[in-house]
Each structure stands twice: as C-alpha cells, then as structure tokens.
C-alpha cells in the first residue's frame, strides 16, 4: 500500500513487492497441493488479485488507497475464507 498511498516505487519498494508476491504465490501452490481444487482455485484468484493490486494499484488513484487496495481483494478474499470455513465444518 505504500507504493500507492505515499507514491513510492523505488528499488526497495519493488524488491519488497516481489517478496511479498514470491510468498503469496508459494503460499497458493502448497493450498492448491494440500487442499480440495475448488480451495486451491479460491486461493488462486485470491493470489491473481493481490498481484494485479500491488502491480497496478488500485484502480481509483485518489485517497484513500489502503481502503480501495482492500476493496479490490475482497471478494476473492471472502471466498476463499468461506471455502476454507466450509472445508473445515
């Protein structure tokens, strides 16, 4: 979020997204290879939307960015919890 809310895209910036993206996409294929497909595929859009979010920020640049970062992944967000939930029920 600081990259859009503050307007930062330096070298730590990028090196920091790119750890960030490297876990949530290891973090995806150890859910896909652990868990029921339609889980797997959950955490996968879930992993498309925070990548395209931190690639291409929010799709309304002005204030307040963190809240429409957290718009924008909500909703695979929701369904891969309720997924989960009902996985563990």
Known sequence: MDR???NLADEQ???RARQ????????????????APEVGEAARSLAWAVQEV????????????????WAHIHPS??????LVRDQLS
């Open 54 to 69: 931190i690639r291409k920020g929010p799709e309304d640049p002005e204030d307040p960015q963190d809240e429409k970062v």
């Open 20 to 35: 960030v993206l490297d876990k949530v996409w290891v973090t995806q294929k150890t859910i896909h290879v652990l868990c």
């Open 77 to 82: 967000r929701q369904a891969f919890l309720d």
């Open 4 to 6: 859009h809310h503050h």
């Open 13 to 15: 910036w990028q090196a």
